[in-house]
């Protein structure tokens, strides 16, 4: 952790943020371990219940894909979805962004392909793009590069609507990402659809 700060109010941003989380992943790369989105959310979620029961509507992540190094060998993100209840399936939005890179949209459909083949059974991504985008957050511009930006939004189906579900939706955006090796850092918002 390097930093963290809580917006109950929302007096900063006026969306509805109550807390974000900055997270280094160390000076080398993260060749065959996946990014640690499990982790970070569990760890979010617990210190956020300190301030009282609040309801999770969304996520968003910047990831340092230009750092990733080689694909990871498997999720860290537990995959027990295979006895979850077929009736509790939802309806995400995935929204990831490139900044001033144009990269996103150039590879939008070979994404698309990649996260369908790496899915397990019961997700689903849908392979055409949407134009209605998720921004969850105004971009933070001391992290982000540039004002450029280049979003690509995607309908999934997750099992449910758990850490799980999300850690395991982030995680397979940034996978295929890092394998058809995107070179930049890419802002994932993950919201219901």
């Known amino acids: 952790m390097n930093d963290a700060g809580f917006d109950v109010a929302g007096e900063t941003t006026g969306a509805g943020r109550v807390a974000w989380f900055q997270v280094g992943t160390g000076e080398g790369e993260l060749s065959g371990v996946a990014f640690p989105f499990h982790p970070l959310l569990t760890c979010a979620v617990d210190s956020v219940a300190r301030v009282g029961r609040l309801g999770l509507e969304g996520v968003q992540f910047l990831v340092p894909v230009q750092h ?12 027990w979805f295979t006895p979850c209840d077929p009736a509790s399936r939802t309806r995400l939005r995935v929204t990831l962004d490139s900044g001033e890179d144009a990269v996103l949209p150039r590879v939008a ?20 793009t949407r134009q209605e985008h998720m921004q969850l957050l105004p971009e933070v511009t001391e992290f982000w590069m540039g004002e450029g930006r280049h979003p690509v939004t995607f309908d999934t189906v997750a099992p449910d609507w758990t850490l799980d579900s999300i850690a395991y939706t982030a995680d397979l955006f940034a996978e295929a990402c890092r394998r058809i090796e995107i070179r930049t850092s890419v802002q994932i918002n993950i919201g219901r659809a």
Not at 68 to 79: K, L, Q, Y
Request: net charge negative; hydrophobic share 55%.
């Open 68 to 79: 990733a190094g080689a694909p990871a060998f498997r999720s860290a993100v537990p995959n």
């Open 109 to 128: 459909a070979q994404l698309s392909e990649l996260v369908m083949l790496m899915a397990p059974e019961r997700f689903a991504v849908e392979p055409g």
